[in-house]
């Protein structure tokens, strides 16, 4: 027998494995070969440390989202061109609606209109409304208040002085709104509440006269500083001693420091304001009401410049001041984004109900009313085709109801927006009702894109020079054809004291004014 066949088979072999896993397991031959590793509790391991990994970033990314949405918010005031347009797009509307009712300002808002002093009275002590006009029945304060509401909307669309402009637009356009408040439409009604809302807003920051003075000092502050350091380096080398450094006033962002104009409103309308609290003109309602929104606003103004003031000691007051401004900035613009959207909601699901807007007639009938026809052959072409009818009452419907949900695809809210400015342009002229279109354009105006805004603020600055130039050409073409002298006179062969045609002239003198180019 061969020693293969001799050797005796280990006890192991018959022997059933343990399940403690630390039993030797041996092969055929016998050569014993180690146990297995636990796979399954390491595979197990590994997968609880992949989901702790992968918790970890998201939560760093949710995290870094977080703080990228909270520094936007409180870093910067956002929207600032759509901001710009609305204010000049509701001041002018309101502006030129004052112009145009100019003539009839006495029967729409005067003291002797269809809506008499002792009904608006009536009124105010029910609703605790604001208006300024119920203070006097005299003549010559109406005049007054009329007139402030027109300046302070034509400083408004200006941008000067945007902070306080913003209250004082809104002092106007309540004082007149609601003295009669069945003079209006829906336009009315749209200036009326944005007018409180860009009062939150920091509306200025563009496209204005502050904007503008803020640029101006800030370049007069970068100039002097390179004057000051290139004065420092010239005495630094030609050995002269250098003074102590004085601290000097830091520059206010209002537009320089000191503030001369901004400090005097501020103390001419606080001493107004309290004049009129003493007087018991403004009614407390509850909270205090007008009463106390308008002391804080001003109380609110002198705590900004008093932080523009020691802005040298501590910048932290003005730091968190520009903090808090910045968030309810951006919450105003989102309420009046807000307000657009539910405007054309409410609108496009109250026409739904409408039989008349369910059969697709609806556009036809306010064609051919008399008070909504300024141009009858128009109102005629337009509803001539019942087609055409029918597609307008449908696609109104649709595109107002649509409208809030197209802001989540800037491509079709772009077509939609520009589809719907068309129509307020169309309203304005086909119904006559300019006003409400030029306040619903504006509305839709906080939605167009800031690359488009800035393409047409360029546009526009372009055709400013352009026409600044030509001006300046015309008037320098006048004054050279002022300095131009007459034709003159061939005595020479008269007289013999000047040469005649064809005798040499003399040089011109270095003073006489020469007109062309010189040989």
Not at 311 to 319: E, G, K, L, T
Not at 369 to 398: E, H, I, N, R
Request: proline content about 6%.
């Amino acid at each position: 027998m061969s020693n293969h066949e001799s050797t005796p088979v280990s006890d192991q072999e018959n022997t059933p494995p343990s399940d403690d896993g630390d039993t030797p397991v041996s092969d055929r031959a016998g050569t014993p070969v180690s146990a297995p590793e636990p796979q399954p509790a390491r595979s197990a391991g590994r997968e609880r440390l992949a989901g702790r990994i992968s918790r970890f970033d998201r939560g760093h990314r949710l995290d870094r989202r977080l703080g990228y949405v909270i520094s936007r918010l409180t870093g910067q005031a956002l929207g600032p061109y759509q901001t710009a347009v609305i204010r000049i797009g509701f001041a002018g509307t309101w502006l030129l609606f004052l112009v145009r009712e100019f003539p009839h300002r006495q029967e729409m808002y005067g003291p002797d209109g269809p809506w008499s002093w002792d009904l608006a009275q009536q009124l105010i002590a029910s609703n605790h409304a604001f208006t300024a006009l119920m203070w006097a029945d005299s003549q010559v304060w109406f005049e007054i208040v009329f007139g402030f509401a027109v300046l302070s909307a034509a400083l408004f669309v200006l941008g000067w002085r945007t902070r306080t402009m913003s209250v004082l637009f809104l002092f106007g356009v309540l004082s007149l709104q609601n003295r009669s408040i069945f003079m209006g439409d829906g336009g009315d009604n749209v200036i009326h509440l944005m007018a409180i809302y860009l009062v939150f807003t920091r509306c200025g920051q563009v496209w204005s006269l502050d904007a503008r003075r803020e640029r101006r000092a800030a370049a007069r502050a970068r100039e002097e500083h390179a004057g000051r350091a290139e004065q420092v380096e010239q005495e630094r080398r030609e050995g002269k001693p250098q003074p102590q450094p004085q601290p000097q006033p830091q520059p206010d962002r209002s537009g320089g420091w000191p503030d001369r104009v901004g400090i005097a409103l501020w103390a001419v309308l606080g001493l107004a304001l309290a004049a009129v609290t003493l007087a018991g003109k403004i009614d407390g309602g509850v909270l205090g009401g007008w009463r106390t929104i308008y002391w804080g606003l001003w109380a609110l103004q002198a705590l900004w410049w008093l932080a523009g003031r020691y802005a040298a000691r501590s910048d932290q007051p003005r730091v968190f001041l520009d903090v808090v401004a910045n968030l309810v900035h951006n919450a105003a613009l989102f309420v009046i984004m807000a307000e657009a959207c539910l405007i054309y909601a409410t609108a496009g699901w109250y026409k739904i109900q409408g039989s008349r807007w369910q059969d697709g007639t609806a556009v036809y009938y306010p064609l051919h009313l008399d008070y909504f026809s300024p141009w009858p052959a128009l109102s005629d072409l337009l509803s001539a085709s019942g087609t055409m009818v029918m597609l307008v009452t449908y696609g109104t419907v649709v595109a107002q109801v649509a409208f809030p949900f197209t802001l989540f695809n800037r491509r079709v809210k772009n077509v939609l927006l520009a589809a719907m400015m068309t129509e307020h342009a169309v309203i304005a002229v086909a119904l006559g009702l300019p006003f409400f279109s030029l306040a619903m354009i504006a509305a839709d105006a906080v939605f167009l894109p800031t690359s488009f805004l800035r393409r047409l603020g360029g546009r526009a600055t372009r055709a400013r020079e352009w026409l600044l130039s030509g001006l300046s050409g015309l008037s320098r073409f006048g004054r050279l054809g002022r300095a131009l002298p007459g034709p003159r006179k061939d005595s020479g062969a008269q007289s013999g004291d000047e040469p005649g045609e064809g005798a040499p002239r003399p040089p011109e003198a270095a003073d006489h004014p020469h007109v062309g180019f010189t040989a």
